[in-house]
């Protein structure tokens, strides 16, 4: 049940930027409003791990890791949700997913970011 088609990814060097971008389908046109969306990232033998969080209010949320490189965004009409990733690092490296928030059920393909020199 994918409910989100994430974009944008690729390759940069370090410090360069990318920005994520994710479609909620209409599938979840009833949940996305109320609901706090998050953006996740996995690397290869690594679990999946929480990135950022909004809120329906666009209130934020940032794992320590990307404090102040990273700005998490959403756009209610368009049902859209943004990660502007700034000041990339090698470390970054990983799909990144989007997901409303707590729910372990309809990931997408993932955007693939991949930060090397």
């Known amino acids: 049940q994918v409910q989100f088609v994430e974009s944008g990814g690729g390759l940069v060097q370090p410090g360069g930027s990318l920005r994520l971008s994710c479609r909620a389908t209409?599938?979840?046109?009833?949940?996305?409003?109320?609901?706090?969306l998050a953006w996740y990232r996995q690397a290869p033998g690594k679990q999946r791990e929480l990135v950022a969080t909004?809120?329906?209010?666009?209130?934020?949320n940032y794992a320590d890791f990307v404090k102040g490189r990273f700005t998490i965004s959403r756009d209610n009409a368009s049902k859209r949700m943004f990660l502007q990733m700034n000041n990339l690092e090698p470390e970054d490296t990983a799909v990144y997913y989007c997901?409303?928030?707590?729910?372990?059920?309809?990931w997408g393909e993932g955007t693939q970011v991949t930060v090397s020199s």
């Open positions: 997901n409303v928030e707590g729910v372990d059920r309809g």
């Open positions: 209409r599938m979840i046109s009833s949940t996305y409003n109320p609901a706090n």
């Open positions: 909004i809120t329906r209010d666009k209130r934020t």
